[in-house]
Each structure stands twice: as structure tokens, then as C-alpha cells.
């Protein structure tokens, strides 16, 4: 099991003393101000840090940054996103399934919406003619994971993270891991001269980055979502980018023809991937997880997709340019990708 670290240690210690007394616990998001302007910008920083400078090179590849894997946390937050359902409590030194816990009894939920068998999810285990081959590409289904093989408990596949309190799929629509893509759009903060701008903390240039507002939790995020059965995820980048940050579905033929060359031209060039594994989400469970592949695709010079306007898609609720900042709270992992990229474009964070 992953240790929290630094200032962070407290955490697990309060939490695991309310579960010792029975009481409710959960993981609190930061209060952050924005200006009033438009893109969205930090109004409270952190002090400088010493960053590493890893030139850019418009190659596809994983970083050399070393960021710490995102802990084990968001997945036992409570309750359950979407429901009034509150987890079975899981201390930080019971997470590991390689810990005997006999009185561990998580609870069973799978959303109504899941369970009703839409295209996107599966059936329940043990259904008629319903045989997953876990650990396996599945047909046009990928289920393995790329933290390696997981485990089986029951024929029911297990969190390769740990227990989250909470078995069954919940929100989520396939059994073991669901497969995810966030594209992480940036381009330089400029001044009225064209000049980059820099922080006054860091001293560093300022990266901004496409950002939604989630409906389903108010949360801000870098846009992205499932791969579909048989998807590359190259596609699955450039779908999820129109459609949730342009609402490319929404527009004229005409505009929407000239809008996806655009972004085509953007996403066929040579990204930088910045992630690829397991993520911390609240819709986790014991039985169902979220995995991705997270891209940064930058806008250099600020004359591709910079100049298209953004309009929210069906499932953000608001789309903007966001400052790189580590006091900006973002949903899930996501504060972890975005921190790779700023170190690896020698930006701000």
C-alpha cells in the first residue's frame, strides 16, 4: 500500500480515528477564488519551487517526470457520487486486500441506470450468456488493466488498488476497468503584445489548459471520457475534446466541418502523453475502476484551437481557459496530469 506523504500523513490519521468511533468522514475539496475575468486565474498561489526544465519535443511519449501515483483516497470518499449510499469504512492500513480483514462487509450498489443494461455497460455477472474473459481483449471489449493482471475473488474482478468500500459497479458500466481518455489542451498566457506571461511567484511562463465544469459534481476537469468498444484512443481523444468542449454535435454542418479540420489538425500531431494507469475516482469500487490514457496537446503558437470558441457539451455544465496552478482543485487524478505537464514544459505550477 501507497503511503500519503509530506503533509498529507494527518489525513490518514484523523480518518482512520473517526472510523475507530463510528463517526462519518470525507475527503474535503479546497475553497479556491477565482478573478472575475475571463479565462479563470488564481488569485492564491503557492511560493515557488524548483522545477526541472525538460525541453518540449513534438514526439508521443511518456514523461520523465516522477510523479508520485495519485493515493488511494478519492476512491473512499463518502458517499458514493449520485446517491445518499455511504461507503463501509476503510482505514488507510485496511486498503490493501493483502490485509486479512474478516469484518469487512462492503456495501452492494450498482446505480439503477447501469444495472437497466444501456449499450455502454455490462450485464450482471452470472447473466445468460454473459462470460467475460477478464484480464483478456474481450471482442471489441478491452479488460485488461495496465497495472498488469488483477485479481479474481468469486469471478467478480478486484480493485488492484485496494478495498474501497463499496462492491458491485456502481456508476461505472464494465466489470474490472473502464478505459477512459483525457486530452489536455494548453497553450501559452499572453499579454496584450503577444508576450508570455509569467508568474510573479515562480517567475515562470503561465500555461493555460481547456477546462469543464462537471455536471454530476460541480467539479472542474480536463475534458475527456470512455473508450468505446473498438475505439483507438486517438479517436477517443478528439471525440471527447469536440463534443464536451465545443459541442461540436450542436453546430451547423458547415461550421462543424471546419471546426473538426481544425481539431484534427491539432490531435494528428504528436502529443505528449503525460499518463497512463489507474485513476483515483470517486466512482470507483471494489469491482469496477477507472483507468485512462492522459495526452497533452499543445497549442504552440495560439492559432489552432485557441481561436475556436468554446461551448459546453451535454455533460459539462461550463467550458474556459484555466491558469496552471497546484491551488486550482480538479476532479479525480487530474491535478497529477496537469502537474507532469507544467514540469515538462518548464511552466508554472
Given at each position: 500500500?501507497?503511503?500519503?506523504?509530506?503533509?498529507?500523513?494527518?489525513?490518514?490519521?484523523?480518518?482512520?480515528?473517526?472510523?475507530?468511533?463510528?463517526?462519518?468522514?470525507?475527503?474535503?475539496?479546497?475553497?479556491?477564488?477565482?478573478?472575475?475575468?475571463?479565462?479563470?486565474?488564481?488569485?492564491?498561489?503557492?511560493?515557488?519551487?524548483?522545477?526541472?526544465?525538460?525541453?518540449?519535443?513534438?514526439?508521443?511519449?511518456?514523461?520523465?517526470?516522477?510523479?508520485?501515483?495519485?493515493?488511494?483516497?478519492?476512491?473512499?470518499?463518502?458517499?458514493?457520487?449520485?446517491?445518499?449510499?455511504?461507503?463501509?469504512?476503510?482505514?488507510?492500513?485496511?486498503?490493501?486486500?493483502?490485509?486479512?480483514?474478516?469484518?469487512?462487509?462492503?456495501?452492494?450498489?450498482?446505480?439503477?441506470?447501469?444495472?437497466?443494461?444501456?449499450?455502454?455497460?455490462?450485464?450482471?455477472?452470472?447473466?445468460?450468456?454473459?462470460?467475460?474473459?477478464f484480464n483478456r481483449v474481450d471482442g471489441p471489449v478491452d479488460r485488461t488493466s495496465f497495472l498488469g493482471d488483477y485479481e479474481l475473488l468469486q469471478n467478480r474482478p478486484l480493485n488492484p488498488r485496494g478495498r474501497t468500500g463499496l462492491a458491485g459497479r456502481g456508476l461505472l458500466g464494465r466489470w474490472g476497468p473502464n478505459h477512459a481518455a483525457d486530452p489536455i489542451v494548453t497553450r501559452w498566457k499572453v499579454d496584450a503584445t503577444g508576450q508570455k506571461v509569467s508568474h510573479p511567484a515562480s517567475r515562470r511562463p503561465v500555461l493555460q489548459f481547456i477546462s469543464i465544469k462537471r455536471k454530476d459534481c460541480g467539479e472542474w476537469a480536463v475534458p475527456g471520457g470512455m473508450v468505446d468498444p473498438g475505439e483507438t484512443v486517438t479517436l477517443t481523444l478528439q471525440r471527447e475534446f469536440s463534443e464536451e468542449a465545443l459541442n461540436s454535435l450542436a453546430l451547423p454542418a458547415a461550421e462543424r466541418a471546419q471546426t473538426h479540420q481544425r481539431i484534427t489538425q491539432l490531435f494528428t500531431a504528436p502529443g505528449l502523453q503525460v499518463y497512463r494507469g489507474y485513476v483515483d475516482d470517486p466512482r470507483n469500487t471494489d469491482n469496477a475502476w477507472m483507468e485512462t490514457v492522459a495526452v497533452n496537446f499543445h497549442d504552440e503558437t495560439g492559432n489552432s484551437v485557441s481561436e475556436l470558441p468554446l461551448q459546453a457539451g451535454d455533460d459539462a455544465g461550463q467550458v474556459t481557459w484555466v491558469d496552471l496552478d497546484s491551488a486550482f482543485p480538479l476532479y479525480a487524478?487530474?491535478?497529477?496530469?496537469?502537474?507532469?505537464?507544467?514540469?515538462?514544459?518548464?511552466?508554472?505550477?
Open positions: 500500500m501507497r503511503r500519503l506523504r509530506l503533509n498529507q500523513d494527518w489525513i490518514g490519521r484523523i480518518r482512520l480515528a473517526l472510523t475507530i468511533v463510528g463517526l462519518p468522514y470525507a475527503v474535503c475539496k479546497p475553497e479556491t477564488r477565482l478573478s472575475s475575468s475571463s479565462p479563470l486565474s488564481i488569485i492564491h498561489s503557492p511560493s515557488a519551487a524548483d522545477w526541472v526544465h525538460n525541453p518540449y519535443t513534438n514526439t508521443l511519449r511518456m514523461t520523465s517526470s516522477t510523479v508520485a501515483p495519485p493515493p488511494h483516497l478519492k476512491s473512499r470518499c463518502q458517499p458514493y457520487p449520485g446517491s445518499q449510499i455511504k461507503r463501509f469504512p476503510v482505514p488507510d492500513d485496511k486498503v490493501d486486500w493483502s490485509m486479512v480483514w474478516p469484518q469487512y462487509l462492503p456495501v452492494q450498489h450498482t446505480d439503477p441506470n447501469v444495472a437497466s443494461r444501456p449499450t455502454w455497460a455490462d450485464p450482471d455477472l452470472g447473466s445468460k450468456a454473459f462470460s467475460p474473459r487524478s487530474h491535478s497529477h496530469f496537469l502537474e507532469t505537464v507544467a514540469k515538462e514544459r518548464g511552466a508554472h505550477w
